[in-house]
């Protein structure tokens, strides 16, 4: 069982809102915070085998595809990427130290992005330079 986590950075306090906040509550009870969200049923942390195992019992009891929880975090911060989220707020979501990691690994560059920019830079150009 996995007692400390990979890196400092990725120790952190996650802000979530109060619906999240709730639904949560109500979900796993009330917990102190220095305990551990999610807890085996002998009450310390579960392995990373656990989690993902609950996490593939709870999509398959929702019928929803699967997605691996890496995939997830990944699509997680493309898509507040492409929302226009500073790649530092993203970084320490993540629990990145630097934004390096953020933008290299996780911060998929959307197609829609590709053809704005296309766009912008052909409304740039003169027309009258453009000869075929």
Same mark, same amino acid.
């Given at each position: ?5 990979k890196t400092?950075?990725?120790t $952190? !306090?996650? @802000? *979530?809102?109060? %619906? *999240?906040?709730a639904?949560?509550? =109500?979900?796993i009870g009330d917990?102190a915070d %220095?305990?551990?969200?999610f807890?085996? %049923?002998?009450g310390?942390r579960?392995s990373?085998q656990?989690y $993902?195992k609950?996490?593939?019992d709870?999509?398959?009891?929702? /019928?929803?595809p ?5 995939k997830l975090r990944?699509?997680? #911060?493309?898509?507040?990427?492409a ?5 530092v707020?993203i970084a320490?979501?993540l629990g990145? #130290? /630097? !934004?390096y ?6 911060v998929h !560059?959307?197609?829609?992005q590709?053809?704005? @920019?296309? #766009?912008?830079?052909s =409304? ?5 330079s453009i000869?075929a």
């Open positions: 069982m996995q007692e400390s986590t400092a950075t990725s $952190r !306090t996650i @802000t *979530v809102s109060s %619906d *999240v906040l639904l949560l509550i =109500s979900v917990r %220095d305990e551990p969200l807890v085996s %049923d002998k310390g579960i990373r656990m $993902r609950r996490y593939i709870v999509i398959q009891q929702a /019928n929803i699967y997605i691996s929880l890496h990944h699509i997680a #911060a493309s898509l507040l990427a929302s226009g989220t500073p790649s707020i320490k979501i990145h #130290a /630097n !934004t990691v953020t933008k290299d690994v996780y !560059t959307q197609q829609e590709i053809q704005q @920019t296309s #766009a912008t830079i =409304s740039l150009l003169p027309t009258d000869t």
